[in-house]
């Protein structure tokens, strides 16, 4: 018999950005994401900690997306972009069994170390 729960949680990780004419409402969108059930997991990251997280996590995929769309050429370049990263993405959602926010992230995390 399957034991396998019939609605499985999907974990994913996403960044949100505030853009620059709405920096000083900041607080009042943090509380909105909270409220509507979310878990923000770091600081939203402003300035050289935004250029850092974009360097880290971004960058690298997109350019390799990018010489991959250089090579190709296909025909509707920014739709083969975004399917190019929907299958490439290195965050994909993970499927997690009766875990639930920081603890299915942290799980998560600690599968990917060892």
Wanted: aromatic share 8%; with cysteine; net charge negative.
């Amino acid at each position: 018999m399957d034991e396998t729960p019939k609605n499985p949680i999907y974990v994913e990780r996403t960044l949100a950005l505030i853009k620059p004419d709405a920096i000083h409402r900041a607080e009042e969108i943090e509380e909105l994401i909270l409220r509507a059930g979310f878990t923000i997991l770091q600081p939203i990251p402003m300035g050289e900690a935004a250029k850092d997280y974009l360097g880290r996590f971004v960058s690298p995929t997109l350019l390799s997306g990018l010489t991959e769309l250089c090579k190709q050429k296909p025909v509707d370049p920014f739709t083969w972009l975004a399917d190019w990263l929907v299958r490439n993405n290195p965050n994909k959602p993970t499927i997690c069994f009766g875990e639930t926010g920081e603890e299915a992230t942290y799980q998560q995390r600690d599968r990917q170390i060892t």
